[in-house]
């Protein structure tokens, strides 16, 4: 159906009262306030209604506009199943619920004031609490008084539309795992501090003035205080040693268990059985500053979440036809056989073939393309689309889990841990490590028992496992990798933690996706074929462009910048098709060769073609390609300098000849690629021994983004949704990839400089401790001075040469 | 001296409440969200000068 653009022309300079944005199409007026649709206006008046007018005070314009929103009543009606209520709410009684519901819209106080005063709407709602990063809120009602669905109903009332989807249904993850550790710091920090002030007098000579009294029960306090660290802040350590060790294997964490179990063992002995001071305040420290390292390394992006599978993209509802009723259901409940409707951008649920309707489906989420596909009655359309203009009827074939995407997710590779394979560099040298201080500390024992002083021996054998405990090598690691996580966040690369960057430091082998990736929507190349346009048509067209918001629409309008612009009468958008318009009583038309009826042969193949016609005659037409974002045969020629490239299209290889003479040689390009292909293309790549990096955007590079070493996602807006992935990348700065690959291996370089650094120190003080010279004092100055200052060699020299390459604005 | 003892007593308890206090105040999540708090503060200003100057038009 066909509906005029143009209904009134409201005066340019007046701004909707709600969400200030430009009244264009229309202009409503109520109560003295100007609108910019009935939408805005509807939330104003239930806003005036209960006095909450402040919401206007607080910030300017704090609404968003409404004309867009869905007005259907039934879309929520899935709300009133009693399995979904009990798989959403966070906690339910006989009296009160307790829900939280993710609201991309919250951006500013008049949200967060408007929605923690949802009781002032409604008294069913007892509360609500916005939490603004991560843009949720949490509100407890009454569900006697008002049900979830009215709730929801009430939300986007006033234009607050929580998005739930599938995830939230399938599973309620809780990550408590981060909280424990800062419990654990907290305790070892507690313990390191009294500890420190209890061993003070033992650091002067002053001590002995003190009298024995003194000096033993500041002994035993220090047992007491050691107790926590040993026993709950240390856990980590022992955990991750042992199960290292059943693995055969010694990681970083096997010498530093070793350690902390020296440390706290012979302390006990030194301090009851010979009446000294021990070392445990060595062990408090240590302890401490190795759980800053650790919770340095984990930083967190609230608003970005890196395990996003298709659920968390897929609605919780459809709307199922049984005869001329329309039923909404849980998709879970969707069967085979089933007839659903599809309406104005909703999502396709699952492979279907069309039995109605005209369908456009926009695939950008799954391909990167925007430019919808139009599909004919009866044709397979597969899910994940989103359907562009008037509801399609469709006959479900296969269950949602199972379509030609989702079924992507059901292979092994999402199954096992994706940690295969890459070492980190501290795991590495660890076993040699380990190995080299038993083999010194034995050695010592053994001398020092062949001259037959026993007793020193075995003081020799101790002091060299607790002066090598490798506490500053242990921190190199996790500080010059937190740092480096920094460094990219800030340069708008984010990844999901800092393994990712040793990891990526050793990729050899780089894996494009096309569309989406290399090229983007915005860069398209237009170019028009044809009899040459007159100012005037070019007018007209820009004219009829510039009212539609089809991409195509978009990619000529932006062509034709410069142009002067008629303003026409009777603009019709047939979806699926074109443009038509009247000008001077002339039929203009712009679209598919099917809509122009146009009998052109010998057309370019590879991208989109829009024709022209005046009064049935065809004069020419648009060929608008996908362009490349910027700079990318910059960053593929020097990514292969070292590493081979690869690339992997979904489309025909018509672009082929085009990419080669761009790219070179040093391109293997590979087209007409399923999901799936893309997917096996990389575990080939990986049992072939190549350590994979893939960088993709779309659900369709879900599976190649999961089998890679690392996958990263890249998006013209981090907040969006992308697929699950190792890193997520903003695409404005997909030109400093190979920057930040060269980043990565210099901050393993870093790590390796001060491995240096705290190798020095190891061998002053195995010198002192085969010798049995070491004494706690000793052990208190030298491991912190070690430990701090390998800290502030890392992050001096992390942050100064990420200056240096322009990666950050400033050192510190 | 002997009083050094009362001291360390005093100094562990106090020192061990601010431990219990920080446990505290992470399990009821005050550190879950350190930006929103900042915002809602002011909100309560602005209504009480609402009651008493009537609708500050914005210009």
Known sequence: MSKPLHTKQATQTSTCYHCGEPCKDELLHFEEKEFCCTGCKLVYEVLSENDLCNYYDIAEKPGSSQKDASKRDNRFDYLDDADIIRKLVDFQNEEESHITFTIPLIHCASCIWLLENLHKLDSGVISGRVDFIKKKVQIKFRQNNISLRDLVILLSKIGYEPSINLADVEKKAVSKTDKKLIYKLAVAGFCFGNMMLFSLPEYFAEAELLGNGFKKTFNYLNVLLALPVFFYAATDYYRSAWISLRNKAVNMDVPIAIGIVTLFSYSLYDIFALGNEGYMDTLGGLLFFLLIGKYYQQKTYDTLSFDRDYKSYFPVAVTKLVGEREDVIPLVKLNVGDVIKVRNEELIPSDSILLEGDAAIDYSFVTGEEVPVIKKRGELIYAGGRQKGRAITLAVQKSPSQGYLTDLWNNDAFEKEKSKGLESLANRISGKFTLTVLGIAFAALAFWVYQGQISLGVLAFTSVLIITCPCALAMSTPFTLGNTLRVMGQGKFYLKNAHVIEKLAKTDTVVFDKTGTLTAPAKAKVQYFGELLSEESQAIIKGMVSQSTHALSNRINSYLAGVKTFSLDQIEEIQGKGLKAFYKGQEVKLGSAEFVASSLSDLPEGGNLVFFSVEGNVLGYFFIQSGLRENVAEIVSEISRDRSVHLLSGDQDHERNYLKKLFGDVLEMNFNQSPKDKLTYLKNLNDNGSKTLMVGDGLNDAGALQESHVGIAITDKVTNFSPASDGIMDASVINRLPAFLKFAKTSRKIIKASFGLSFTYNSVGVFFAVQGLVSPVFCAILMPISSISVVIFTTLTTNYLAYKRGLKDKIL | ?59
């Open chain 2, 1 to 59: 001296m002997e009083v050094i003892f009362v001291l360390i007593a005093i100094s562990l308890i106090l020192a061990g409440s601010f431990l219990f206090l920080f446990f505290r105040a992470m399990k009821d999540g005050q550190f879950e969200d350190s930006h929103t708090p900042a915002i809602r503060i002011l909100f309560e200003n602005q209504q009480s000068k609402k009651k008493k100057i009537p609708t500050p038009k914005s210009k």
